[in-house]
């Protein structure tokens, strides 16, 4: 259930409702936003019975929320959210843009990536150190070397680094170096993985299982929030369908679906939707015209011998080409990259 409160309420009238709520033994969430201010109300609200809650001074009304997802939805922050990793924030009317390698494999490699990205106007290096593959004997990633790198050349760029973190163990060392964790589509339901990302307080970046659906996505986001760590981003990056042209098929619907049911910024991974390059810029194109937040794009020098994923891989040159035509979907919507 969410306390909608009235306008003209002020603080001694917020408090006295948490008070209330924290004597039944419930939590309480306060999300202040520009126009409205609303208590999420946390845990059994049998509690509650016998109270009338709308009568307290500065309430307006109480809604209830049906999802098992309480701080991910959208009633407990109908204003929606955003997060913030040093400059960027991810949410607002500016798309994000992350762009790099699938794998990291060099130096050279990925200082070149962070360059040509960085300078097509991408606000995030990404790049896989692990790299949790189907295969037992494909390219595993450079590991906790791989999470170096990317710190060098994303600080000889200026830019955010983000790379995907496997294991919980892993979570205080990748901390060091990045600046936001992923979580990848074969780990979206690792729920001890969640609950210490939940832990550590790091933005990070949820992408949705291969074979889940939109409310499974958000009560994994639920299980990173609900250890108060609200700097959660989601991103779509295609589902298993029976279609086979594309590596898996990217649900567009999801979107607004999300946009609708969650107070979550949501960004679009068309690289891993379409696994083939030529197919990337029209899907990204038709994330951003679906209301997406922005995109992550896998970028490499020279995809030709990429170790991972060289068919979904763009070069520099078509990066830059991807976020010029990006820019001009984004203004016709009100927004910039």
């Known amino acids: 259930m969410v306390i909608v409160m009235k306008k003209s309420c002020n603080r001694q009238e917020i408090d006295a409702v948490i008070a209330v709520l924290e004597r039944c033994g419930m939590g309480a969430n306060l999300s202040t936003g520009a126009q409205t201010t609303v208590i999420g109300v946390l845990g059994d609200k049998t509690k509650l019975e016998g109270l009338n809650l709308e009568l307290m001074d500065g309430v307006e009304k109480c809604v209830p929320i049906m999802h098992s997802y309480k701080l991910a939805s959208h009633e407990m922050c109908p204003e929606g959210r955003t997060v913030t990793v040093g400059g960027e924030v991810i949410g607002g009317k500016k798309l994000c843009m992350m762009a790099g390698p699938c794998a990291v494999e060099s130096e050279e490699q990925v200082l070149e990536a962070a360059q040509g990205v960085r300078a097509a106007g991408a606000g995030f290096l990404r790049g896989g150190a692990y790299k949790p593959r189907t295969?037992?004997?494909?390219?595993?990633?450079?590991?906790?070397?791989?999470?170096?790198?990317?710190?060098?050349?994303?600080?000889?760029?200026?830019?955010?680094?983000?790379?995907?973190?496997?294991?919980?163990?892993?979570?205080?060392?990748?901390?060091?170096?990045?600046?936001?964790?992923?979580?990848?589509?074969?780990?979206?339901?690792?729920?001890?993985?969640?609950?210490?990302?939940?832990?550590?307080?790091?933005?990070?970046?949820?992408?949705?299982?291969?074979?889940?659906?939109?409310?499974?996505?958000l009560d994994a986001a639920e299980y990173i929030m609900s250890e108060g760590n609200y700097n959660v981003v989601l991103c779509e990056r295609g589902i298993r369908t029976f279609e086979?042209?594309?590596?898996?098929?990217?649900?567009?619907?999801?979107?607004?679906?999300?946009?609708?049911?969650?107070?979550?910024?949501?960004?679009?991974?068309?690289?891993?939707?379409?696994?083939?390059?030529?197919?990337?810029?029209?899907?990204?194109?038709?994330?951003?015209?679906?209301?997406?937040?922005?995109?992550?794009?896998?970028?490499?020098?020279?995809?030709?011998?990429?170790?991972?994923?060289?068919?979904?891989?763009?070069?520099?040159?078509?990066?830059?080409?991807?976020?010029?035509?990006?820019?001009?979907?984004?203004?016709?919507?009100?927004?910039?990259?």
């Open 135 to 217: 295969s037992p004997y494909a390219f595993q990633g450079m590991e906790d070397e791989g999470y170096r790198l990317l710190r060098r050349a994303a600080d000889a760029t200026g830019l955010k680094v983000i790379s995907e973190v496997v294991s919980h163990d892993q979570i205080d060392l990748a901390g060091k170096y990045c600046d936001m964790l992923q979580v990848g589509a074969r780990n979206m339901q690792n729920f001890r993985l969640l609950r210490e990302i939940g832990k550590s307080g790091i933005p990070v970046l949820l992408k949705r299982g291969i074979a889940s659906t939109v409310e499974e996505w």
């Open 244 to 337: 086979t042209a594309t590596r898996n098929t990217l649900d567009v619907s999801a979107v607004p679906v999300v946009r609708e049911r969650s107070s979550l910024p949501v960004l679009i991974d068309p690289s891993h939707a379409a696994g083939k390059a030529r197919y990337v810029e029209p899907l990204a194109l038709a994330g951003i015209a679906a209301g997406a937040d922005g995109l992550i794009i896998e970028v490499h020098p020279n995809p030709k011998v990429a170790m991972s994923d060289a068919a979904q891989q763009l070069t520099i040159p078509d990066y830059g080409r991807l976020v010029q035509r990006a820019g001009a979907v984004a203004q016709a919507l009100g927004r910039t990259l």
